[in-house]
RNA sequence: AGGGGAUUGGUGUAAUGGUAGCACGGAGGUUUCUGGUACCUUUAGUCAGAGUUCGAAUCUCUGAUCCCCUACCA
């Protein structure tokens, strides 16, 4: 080695390779799955089991294997692992695979499940007895569970172990015919009973389930066991990088055996797949366990598994979050083996990064409070109404314009006024004037209140000379007037009543439940506010033609100096709702915390 | 007789024996007809201790902390 360091190579802006992609990476280089340098021989796939609904731990997991497949031109596979027939649903079939195609992760082919591989995982299982490496053992689950010792003491071999194997091949077949109980026996590996990998002590390969298959019916009385069957799975497909998380590493040296025992004596060994481990996804102030969510559902606390609250896919996307959102999101937080809690702010930002540059922009007024324009008839038809160019989106030029009207009597919205304003309260208050958004200019010269003293009409004149909202000409001295503030508003003759539903996060606790152990506890007792008195322009009724082709149809628009919303799939006509998707950010609000 | 993983600013993530970088956040500022956006400046880090080496976030050892594993769930 050199006594001088050697010089860096100059800063590149090759993109940064994650862990699995360098693996990746070198396996093409190397040839491992084909000849060296083709890249297509790459094949992942997204396994889940159909008892559940997507979450956003889901989308990291897809865009995983999904985005391997991709970049490398390879294939990428959507198969249920349905070899539990008491959990599993055709229902949440559909609704994981309507999940994937709104993620835009597009599977090859047809959707695969695990259920049409029974019968090869059957034959492959009794070879493994003729091999020795398999047995029935007719134990009861508690002398099973007994006999398998502890983390710290080796377990204890059973009586079964040593059976002859003709009769466990009969046993077994006739496991199958559905000749025995639920629960009575069970296919076990014949692995090591003294492993310090609780996985190794001779898992369970087949248990007897006297019970239904969503697809299969009546024809099985045995099901597979995860770690056998999983890995037989990829196999068959052809799957070069079995993608899962964390918790499966210990899983790896029996998803090994298995195939490898399958492969001993045989003459064409079927292919090995390699399993690699990352950390999935934890974040603030929610929780994506299964039970957690059922609990949310069950006890009524939300409305439902796409409740805009829920950490679901579905909950996100009728929330108004985008696909590019939640995949911008997932690429933030990387691919490691690090248990990394991603703050949601992240994903707030994802969206807001989002829609800030792609939604069209309306005015909306949440809270309405009466603005009348006192010098509106002076020189004119008090009815007079003048039609304003609102700009469509700032961030988008091809957007365009629209036409807005305005007139003598407008709604804005209730906290952009005050009585008494601070000094840094950049809006409305007696003697002040500010600019209505692509209107006029405005100065509160009075205002009514009702006997409580809530502030109920205010009353301004307005300056012809500031049309569209533009500064007036210089006065004699040169000088231009100026405005700190600019209101949305609405006008009060022709606008549309709609209820807009607040969102906020489901919980207020970062960890939810940490603190008693129920993460009801924790529960944001603010997390819906429903405003049914919303106003806003009427031209939000109707697509008009500078609102982008979502590709999902769902309609997004940014009320201006509010936020993100986008229409509930409740919403008609007659009874427009919105949903808040995400909040602008508030400098002014948090500088007043 | 336990085993398997992990640890880099507040957060997330790069650097693969050779300049600790990026993003978000925080602070300050500029622009602005959204207190939005954009832009500028700034802030702050290798879990600890030994060892190997000219040189260690990276390799070795010891320790700490966190996560996972004892379903006939996946």
Redesign the pocket.
């Given at each position: 080695?050199?006594?001088t360091?050697?010089e860096?190579a100059p800063?590149t802006d090759k993109p940064?390779?994650?862990?699995i992609q360098?693996i990746v990476d070198s396996d093409i280089e190397s040839g491992k799955w084909g000849s060296p340098g083709d890249r297509s021989v790459v094949k992942t796939r997204f396994p889940p089991?159909p008892n559940g609904y997507l979450h956003i731990g889901h989308a990291k997991a897809i865009h995983i294997s999904y985005g391997i497949a991709q970049e490398f031109g390879g294939t990428f596979n959507l198969r249920f692992?349905d070899?539990?027939p008491v959990?599993e649903e055709t229902h949440y079939v559909e609704s994981i695979a309507g999940d994937l195609e709104w993620l835009g992760a597009k599977w090859d082919g047809e959707i695969k499940y695990a259920s049409d591989y029974f019968d090869r995982m059957y034959e492959w299982a009794m070879e493994l007895i003729e091999k020795d490496l398999a047995y029935v053992d007719e134990?009861?689950?508690e002398e099973?569970?007994s006999m398998?010792g502890?983390?710290?003491?080796?377990g204890t071999p059973s009586p079964y172990r040593v059976r002859p194997i003709e009769e466990s091949k009969a046993q077994f077949a006739r496991m199958k015919n559905g000749e025995f109980p639920?629960?009575?026996?069970?296919l076990r590996a014949k692995i090591d009973m003294?492993?310090?990998?609780?996985?190794l002590r001779d898992p369970?390969m087949y248990?007897?389930l006297n019970a239904p298959h969503h697809r299969t019916g009546s024809t099985w009385h045995i099901?597979p066991?995860?770690d056998w069957a999983h890995g037989l799975e990829d196999s068959i497909e052809g799957i070069t990088h079995s993608l899962c998380s964390?918790?499966?590493?210990?899983?790896r040296p029996l998803y090994d055996w298995f195939i490898n025992a399958i492969n001993t004596e045989r003459d064409e060994p079927i292919h090995h797949p390699q399993q690699i481990e990352f950390?999935r996804l934890a974040m603030s102030y929610t929780n994506m366990s299964k039970r957690y969510m059922r609990e949310l559902v069950e006890g009524d606390h939300v409305s439902g598994w796409d409740d805009p609250r829920m950490i679901t896919i579905a909950g996100h996307r009728r929330r108004g979050y985008t696909p590019k959102a939640i995949k911008d999101f997932v690429s933030?937080?990387?691919?490691?083996?690090?248990?990394?809690?991603?703050?949601v702010?992240?994903l707030e930002?994802a969206i807001?990064?989002d829609l800030?540059k792609r939604a069209p922009?309306r005015m909306a007024v949440l809270d309405p409070i009466k603005l009348v324009i006192t010098n509106w008839g002076d020189g004119g038809d008090e009815s007079r109404v003048e039609m304003m160019d609102v700009i469509n989106?700032?961030?988008d030029d091809s957007a365009g314009k629209r036409s807005v009207k305005f007139g003598k009597e407008l709604w804005i919205e209730r906290e952009d006024f005050m009585i008494d304003p601070p000094k840094?309260?950049?809006?409305l208050g007696p003697d002040r004037e500010v600019?209505l958004?692509?209107g006029y200019w405005v100065r509160c010269h009075d205002y009514e209140t009702d006997s409580d003293g809530n502030v109920t009409t205010i009353h301004c004149t307005y300056d012809p000379e500031t049309k569209?909202?533009?500064n007036p000409p210089p006065d004699e001295e040169g000088k231009v007037r100026k405005v700190k503030?600019?209101l949305h508003w609405v006008y009060a003759g022709d606008c549309v009543n709609a209820e807009v539903r607040l969102f906020d996060r489901l919980y207020n606790a970062e960890k939810p439940g940490k603190a008693t152990g129920n993460h009801l506890d924790d529960l944001n007792p603010d997390s819906l506010v429903i405003n049914t008195n919303a106003k806003i322009e009427t031209s939000i009724l109707e697509r008009t033609p500078d609102e982008p082709d979502w590709v999902d149809g769902i309609r997004r628009f940014?009320f201006?100096?509010i936020g993100y919303f986008c229409v509930d799939r409740e919403s008609t006509i007659d009874a427009p709702v919105f949903n808040r998707t995400a909040t602008?950010?508030?400098?002014?609000s948090?500088?007043n915390r």
């Open positions: 080695m050199s006594n360091p050697t860096r800063e940064q390779r994650h862990f360098q089991e692992d070899t539990n959990k134990s009861t689950p099973i569970r398998r502890s983390v710290e003491v080796p639920d629960g009575s026996m069970v003294a492993s310090p990998n609780m996985n369970v248990r007897v099901y066991m995860y964390l918790e499966f590493e210990d899983h950390a933030i937080v990387g691919v490691t083996k690090f248990n990394a809690v991603m703050d702010s992240r930002g807001r990064d800030n922009r989106n700032p961030e840094k309260f950049f809006r600019r958004r692509c569209g909202g533009n503030g600019t940014q201006e100096r602008l950010k508030d400098s002014w948090k500088q």
